[in-house]
């Protein structure tokens, strides 16, 4: 069981990875270009470069904040009906308990809610956990000195992998069955 819930987690964090990461690189690319056009599209040379991939550097986490939330919706969809070790996550109906074979996204909406929840707790308690121990062992004083979308997104990483765990038995319309 425990390998079903690592394979799983692995197909969600690459899944994940790669849809958030894309999706930032590709915003914050077409923000810097509109940005550059607006401003008269000025020759190229070394200064307009470096100018160019500041920009891109700047606006890469703060997009990234936002299509991390966009991939978290959409990932959660592919982790059902996917055959690992052994096991697979099925979506059952509200009412009647049959299973959806073929899941949408709007059949995800409630059960995303719910995981989304357990997600935020979990990654709360880590984060609890990970300012005790700067604290401890490190000279930073607070969250906001080391605190960033990275350190988030290994939060979630690690998270994740613990909301699967939790997931059949915090959601009924969630089940685990051997495939």
Request: proline share 1%; hydrophobic share 55%.
């Amino acid at each position: 069981m425990s390998r079903f819930y690592f394979l799983i987690w692995l197909k969600w964090t690459f899944r994940l990875t790669l849809c958030s990461v894309v999706l930032a690189l590709v915003f914050s690319l077409l923000i810097t270009s509109i940005t550059y056009i607006i401003q008269g599209m000025v020759a190229l040379n070394s200064d307009v470069v470096k100018a160019l991939f500041d920009l891109v550097q700047f606006w890469f986490p703060v997009v990234w904040s936002l299509t991390l939330l966009i991939a978290l919706f959409r990932s959660l969809k592919y982790i059902f009906n996917s055959c690992s070790g052994g096991y697979e996550f099925k979506l059952l109906t509200c009412k009647e308990n049959e299973i959806i074979e073929t899941v949408g996204y709007g059949d995800l909406v409630k059960v995303w809610r719910r995981w989304f929840m357990l997600l935020i707790w979990l990654v709360g308690s880590i984060m609890i956990i990970a300012l005790v121990f700067t604290n401890l062992f490190t000279s930073y004083s607070g969250i906001f000195e080391w605190f960033d979308i990275y350190y988030l997104f290994g939060f979630i990483l690690l998270s994740g992998y613990f909301s699967f765990v939790l997931l059949g038995s915090r959601c009924r319309r969630i089940k685990v069955v051997r495939c």
